[in-house]
């Protein structure tokens, strides 16, 4: 797992969807542009509470397995309803939360205000265990916090796919992400198809965010400034013989939050007696053992990989999507050469009334004439209340239309949003006789905030920015062997880095602009880091 602060490319007040639009952006780029990437890899944006409250939300609860998947929530300091958990953070649950729907998680229906979906739930009430005690959470504790270790009782804990409070992940829930790992392990991590093999056309916070992220191992030092800051976590694909990780109070998220079966309290809680264990509690858990042997050989054979890594020439488009109002805004539409792109449709989430609304995304050319189209299914947001709009993201792929001018989002054949693409870049450094635009660096004051340090980058000698232009930053602590997407979708030729989280003396930086349809990298650079 890695982290990155990123600044937000929209405005406070956002929301969980657009996050989980820009988060989809940068996870697309990195997969393309960064062959040390793992394609299975889950990214997860937190979002700083400390100027005002984002609800959490993914893009979509996949059928199969789908590492595309994104999501993002808050963080913060518990209080008020959070106030159960001493830990100092509601993220790591709240995280568990989010990063559960990603992996095919439902709400189970605890009574505790989320939707009752997933009828196969075992324990009542979204407790973690039965009556019995079969099963209690296992808390390691964390020393710096001041927390001890501690059994957790199963029937007043709670599993995290609720809205209950003292929540911990149950046997049932840990065990489905587990299959859905297992599943998402065959993917390949990063080679591209077989050749000759074809692809269907297509294949908060306040004015400081923290928002997507996702880069290669060995970051971290999450911050904010005032110029919209986004933490970024990215959740590494786990091998189907390790541990599945699943965040919990005072476990950190390498550690796998793991429930703990009666006949193993003698080993993991304090050394306490065998005989502590119950003849009740023993023949609860050897039902459950054969119960999940069989459901498990089932879910093996059900379980099917739902997207293969593709190498070519793509567009990427995404878009936020409303259909209560019929409105939508592409927000990024960026080149590619390589793509997890899925191979059937996603299930959507259960609160839909429909099972097969698809949107549309099509490329079209001055004339109106559509020259490339693909149907894609709408990601919708989770987490929605009763009565609140129907939300959602569209992440689509289409063979690289050269001659378009406007790419254009459909919802049941009805125009929700389009973008103009084509316009004319600055000059790219590989074009022949173009001199490399310099990235001016100039020192900042320290934020008054953990970002710390800064420099601001401005590239604004390779040209004045265009209407139809946005820039991707990428940034690299190997000299140029591994690239990580720090902002993408910036309109103005400069950007504010916050360096602190780094660890490293120097970075090299990247500035890519891009039209929609054509890529041009107009500034590369060594940028020594300015500390405090």
């Known amino acids: 797992m890695a982290r990155l602060n990123v600044p937000a490319t929209a405005t406070w007040p956002f929301n969980c969807n657009q996050v989980n639009a820009q988060l989809s952006a940068i996870r697309n780029i990195d997969v393309s542009v960064n062959n040390t990437v793992d394609a299975r890899t889950h990214y997860y944006g937190l979002v700083w509470d400390g100027g005002g409250f984002m609800r959490g939300c993914a893009s979509g609860i996949p059928g199969s397995a789908d590492p595309t998947t994104v999501a993002s929530g808050p963080t913060g300091v518990p209080s008020g309803t959070f106030g159960w958990d001493t830990d100092g953070s509601f993220g790591d649950w709240y995280t568990g939360h989010e990063l559960g729907h990603t992996y095919g998680r439902f709400h189970i229906g605890s009574g505790c205000g989320e939707t009752s979906d997933d009828p196969s739930y075992p324990f009542p009430s979204g407790q973690i265990s039965n009556a019995d005690g079969a099963f209690v959470g296992f808390d390691v504790g964390d020393t710096a916090a001041g927390i001890a270790r501690a059994a957790l009782p199963g029937t007043q804990w709670r599993d995290v796919m609720s809205y209950c409070q003292n929540q911990w992940v149950s046997s049932y829930t840990y065990q489905r992400i587990w299959d859905r790992l ?224 406007v790419i254009e989002v459909l919802i049941s054949g009805r125009v929700v949003a389009r973008r103009d693409v084509g316009a004319t870049l600055p000059a790219s450094r590989a074009d022949p006789g173009a001199a490399a635009a310099p990235i001016r660096l100039m020192q900042v004051s320290p934020t008054a905030g953990p970002a710390g340090s800064g420099i601001l980058l401005d590239w604004s000698a390779a040209g004045a920015a265009a209407a139809g232009v946005t820039y991707t930053v990428l940034v690299s602590t190997d000299g140029g062997a591994s690239w990580q997407t720090f902002a993408v979708g910036v309109r103005e030729p400069r950007l504010q880095l916050g360096t602190d989280q780094f660890g490293v003396a120097r970075l090299q930086v990247r500035v890519l602009a891009s039209n929609g349809l054509q890529t041009s990298e107009i500034a590369r650079q060594d940028v020594d880091v300015i500390s405090r």
């Open 182 to 405: 297992a599943a998402e392990d065959v993917l390949a991590p990063g080679a591209p198809a077989p050749a000759g093999e074809t692809v269907p056309a297509a294949a908060g916070p306040r004015p400081s965010l923290e928002a997507a992220g996702a880069p290669s191992p060995g970051i971290s030092s999450p911050g904010i400034t005032r110029s919209q800051q986004t933490i970024g976590y990215r959740d590494a694909q786990q091998s189907e013989t390790s541990p599945a990780a699943v965040l919990g109070p005072g476990l950190s998220p390498a550690m796998p939050a793991t429930p703990i079966m009666a006949s193993d309290r003698a080993a993991a809680v304090g050394g306490q007696p065998e005989d502590m264990i119950t003849p009740e509690m023993r023949a609860a858990f050897e039902r459950h053992q054969q119960a999940e042997g069989t459901r498990a050989r089932a879910a093996g054979a059900r379980e099917a990989p739902n997207a293969q890594l593709r190498e070519g020439d793509f567009v990427n488009v995404v878009a936020t999507v409303n259909l209560t109002r019929n409105t939508g805004d592409v927000a990024y539409v960026n080149r590619v050469n390589r793509a997890l792109i899925p191979t059937a449709s996603r299930a959507l989430v259960p609160t839909s009334p429909s099972g097969t609304e698809q949107g549309e995304v099509r490329a079209v050319d001055a004339n109106g004439r559509v020259l490339a189209s693909q149907p894609t299914p709408i990601k919708f947001d989770s987490d929605k209340e009763p009565g609140e709009d129907r939300t959602g993201i569209v992440d689509a792929f289409l063979p690289t239309p050269e001659s378009a001018t």
